[in-house]
């Protein structure tokens, strides 16, 4: 098995963590989005 040298581990967890960064900005924009066409409905009779 290849040695796992401390440089090759970091960069492994800051790629990981950058793409889970990504993955909830993402699911943040969705909601967000989610939220600003739930305001675009009328909240019932006027």
């Known amino acids: 098995m290849p040695k796992l040298s401390p440089g090759k581990i970091i960069s492994t967890i800051r790629t990981l963590y950058s ?3 990504k993955l909830i ?7 967000a989005m ?5 305001e675009d409905k009328p909240k019932g009779p006027k």
């Open 25 to 31: 900005g993402r699911i943040d924009a969705a909601k």
């Open 19 to 21: 793409g889970l960064v």
């Open 34 to 38: 989610m939220e600003i066409m739930n």
